[in-house]
């Protein structure tokens, strides 16, 4: 018995076959038949090459593990191999005392540190000395301070207004030089206690500004002169403010009439500078100066303006 080599699939199979048993059986698993076995082929199993999808898989994982590794523990493992420990320092108090000697502590003429002193000599030198200012230590000071009103009246025992200061950068301290007439808050808000005149002084320490603020109508305060009173009862119509300052778009400012009952018509020398309404209220329209005038029956009042 010899093998034949099937020109077609290249497979050995016995002289017994007529033809090729391989490719028929093929045939017939195509064409869904089956086929007896029948004995004398023999088919050569062709080898597979080795992958190497593998290897590099098992490579990969591998280098993966260790990366992982070196990022949770790579200080760790590089102090233990390299002999070196953690710095005890980082776990000191940064504030500890410094350190004292036995010898130094049995020395009297030697005085143990105390924690905190550096940081409480350091906030006596930085606190300001606005607070321990007095009116006197305001005089040798320039004058470049400015309040919104530097000339106002106030008419009744208890009205309030409040200063605005330019020209300068607080903290500001201010003085009143008679409480018995006026008293002024740190805000700068002025309060009427009784009558006759007074000074307002503000000051950043460096500089100063003032006022002078007139009280009528509120009673005689003792101390005070009262010379105003006559003046009221004389029927003598006069306007609570003869000069002040505001800025453009600022607090509006009301002046009033005192000393009389009659009504009284309000103008504006310069209404692009300054308005008044009817009720006599000031609003300030660009920079500049000029005048409010009150008529009152045959009187004439007025009263400066400045706008900034």
């Given at each position: 018995m010899s093998m034949h080599k099937c020109p077609k699939c290249g497979e050995l199979y016995s002289d017994t076959y007529k033809t090729c048993p391989f490719c028929e059986e093929e045939e017939a698993l195509a064409e869904g038949r089956q086929l007896k076995h029948r004995s004398g082929g023999r088919r050569v199993a062709k080898r597979k090459e080795p992958s190497a999808m593998g290897p590099v898989m098992v490579i990969a994982i591998l280098l993966l593990a260790v990366i992982l590794i070196y990022l949770c523990f790579g200080d760790r493992i590089g102090s233990m191999l390299g002999g070196t420990d953690v710095p005890a320092s980082s776990s000191e108090e940064p504030n500890s005392p410094p350190s004292i000697s036995e010898e130094d502590l049995l020395n009297p003429?030697?005085?143990?540190?105390?924690?905190g002193d550096d940081e409480a000599d350091d906030d006596t030198s930085s606190t300001g000395n606005s607070g321990d200012l007095t009116l006197e230590d305001t005089e040798a000071l320039p004058e470049t301070l400015v309040l919104s009103n530097p000339d106002f009246t106030l008419f009744k025992k208890g009205e309030t207004t409040t200063l605005s200061v330019t020209g300068g950068d607080g903290p500001y301290t201010w003085f009143s030089s008679d409480e018995k007439v006026v008293t002024v808050n740190e805000t700068g808000v002025v309060t009427a206690v009784g009558d006759g005149k007074a000074t307002l002084t503000v000051t950043n320490g460096t500089a100063k500004g003032s006022a002078t603020v007139y009280v009528r109508g509120a009673g005689t305060a003792s101390g005070?002169?009262?010379?105003?009173?006559?003046?009221?009862?004389?029927?003598?119509?006069?306007?609570?403010?003869?000069?002040?300052?505001?800025?453009?778009?600022?607090?509006?400012?009301?002046?009033?009439v005192t000393g009389t009952s009659s009504s009284v018509t309000w103008s504006s020398e310069n209404p692009a500078i300054a308005t008044i309404s009817s009720d006599g209220v000031v609003n300030g329209v660009s920079a500049g100066t000029t005048n409010v005038v009150a008529k009152v029956g045959n009187q004439t009042l007025k009263c400066i303006v400045r706008v900034k």
């Amino acid at each position: 018995m010899s093998m034949h080599k099937c020109p077609k699939c290249g497979e050995l199979y016995s002289d017994t076959y007529k033809t090729c048993p391989f490719c028929e059986e093929e045939e017939a698993l195509a064409e869904g038949r089956q086929l007896k076995h029948r004995s004398g082929g023999r088919r050569v199993a062709k080898r597979k090459e080795p992958s190497a999808m593998g290897p590099v898989m098992v490579i990969a994982i591998l280098l993966l593990a260790v990366i992982l590794i070196y990022l949770c523990f790579g200080d760790r493992i590089g102090s233990m191999l390299g002999g070196t420990d953690v710095p005890a320092s980082s776990s000191e108090e940064p504030n500890s005392p410094p350190s004292i000697s036995e010898e130094d502590l049995l020395n009297p003429n030697v005085t143990a540190p105390v924690i905190g002193d550096d940081e409480a000599d350091d906030d006596t030198s930085s606190t300001g000395n606005s607070g321990d200012l007095t009116l006197e230590d305001t005089e040798a000071l320039p004058e470049t301070l400015v309040l919104s009103n530097p000339d106002f009246t106030l008419f009744k025992k208890g009205e309030t207004t409040t200063l605005s200061v330019t020209g300068g950068d607080g903290p500001y301290t201010w003085f009143s030089s008679d409480e018995k007439v006026v008293t002024v808050n740190e805000t700068g808000v002025v309060t009427a206690v009784g009558d006759g005149k007074a000074t307002l002084t503000v000051t950043n320490g460096t500089a100063k500004g003032s006022a002078t603020v007139y009280v009528r109508g509120a009673g005689t305060a003792s101390g005070s002169t009262s010379s105003s009173g006559s003046t009221s009862a004389s029927g003598t119509a006069a306007l609570n403010y003869t000069d002040f300052t505001m800025k453009v778009g600022g607090t509006p400012v009301t002046m009033k009439v005192t000393g009389t009952s009659s009504s009284v018509t309000w103008s504006s020398e310069n209404p692009a500078i300054a308005t008044i309404s009817s009720d006599g209220v000031v609003n300030g329209v660009s920079a500049g100066t000029t005048n409010v005038v009150a008529k009152v029956g045959n009187q004439t009042l007025k009263c400066i303006v400045r706008v900034k």
